[in-house]
């Protein structure tokens, strides 16, 4: 991907990164999005991220202690415009202190909002307990609602304790509480049909993201994935689609209203990742459980803040490191690029 594919002109890698104001990058995109990974680890195998035997999971030296995270957090949301916070993983419900650290991010004024993406397991035992500690809404992962095609997917037999996780988060007020599907090559399309038609039923709002290249054995063949406008037609022979008339903005979902005769009855939206990538609106920068900064999901090179705050560095510093960072972010992800290259690390490892 070119800087004409995206239409973004750049101020130049020589300009110096600014010293404050907006989160800046060359090309004047602001990132006010903030995705934090909580924890590398999760309880479910997913085909299209991990091997069924699990991953080597970061040491706990390794990963940010919670006064090292609710630092970067303040200064993300007091120094650098941070308006948005979602905690992912791995799993986040694995994590330590999960609604310890929401609440710390509730505390920081001005107060950003506060999403978690989880695979909902759990979910149904600590949803009332999240939106008592500040978290506003929330994202569960769930590929289909066929039990046999859950087990193959995620290797866990589970699909029971996610769906009821998604009803403990709608009692709970964690409005509104969407679903974000990857489809599985060979029975994604009817799970696609079928995940639309439980959301509508039970009021809830179906993301459907393309499969990226960020699977642990870098086995992910753009042939075999599922595409967006495969997605798209085959919903389309179901339902009655059309375009959500809302500006879009930079969310990351192309919306569509679901509607019957007596109007709209839902939404359902498509992430495009791939094949139609919306680099030039991205308003997000990452920090890894182990304390890295990465200013694009498929970024080669991370900047370490971690070791940076081990060793006196203060607040001013950090700021500077975090800038820096995304001053160097790419025009885009690359991954039409003929000598793209994946990311080092799965998607378990960098946060959702």
Known sequence: MTVIDLGVPSLGPASPAPTSGA?????????????????????????????????????????????????LLRIAVTRLGTTSVRFTGGEPLVAKNLEGVVAATAALRPRP???????????DKRAAKLKRAGLDRINV?????????????????????????????????LIPVKVNAVLDPVTGLDDAVALLRLCLERGYQLRIIEQMPLDAGHEWKRGEAVAADDVLAVLQRHFDLRPDPAPRGSAPAELW?????????????????VSHAFCSACDRTRLTADGQVRNCLFARQETDLRTLMRAGADDDALEAAWRAAMWAKAAGHGINDPDFVQPDRPMSAIGG
């Open 113 to 123: 909002e506060i999403t978690l993406t989880t695979n909902g397991i759990g979910l």
């Open 23 to 71: 989160l800046v990058d060359t090309f004047g995109r602001i990132a006010t999005d903030l995705r934090v990974s909580l924890t590398d680890r999760c309880n479910l195998r997913c085909t299209y991220c991990m091997p069924a035997e699990g991953l080597d999971w970061m040491p706990g030296d390794q990963l940010l202690h919670p006064d090292e995270l609710t630092r």
């Open 257 to 273: 209203e679901v509607v019957d005769g007596s109007g709209a009855v839902g939404k359902v939206g498509i992430i495009a990742s």
């Open 141 to 173: 992962s769930l590929d289909t609602v066929d039990a046999a095609h859950f087990a193959r997917i995620t290797r866990r037999d589970r699909l029971h304790d996610v769906l009821a996780g998604l009803e403990a988060a709608k009692a709970a007020g």
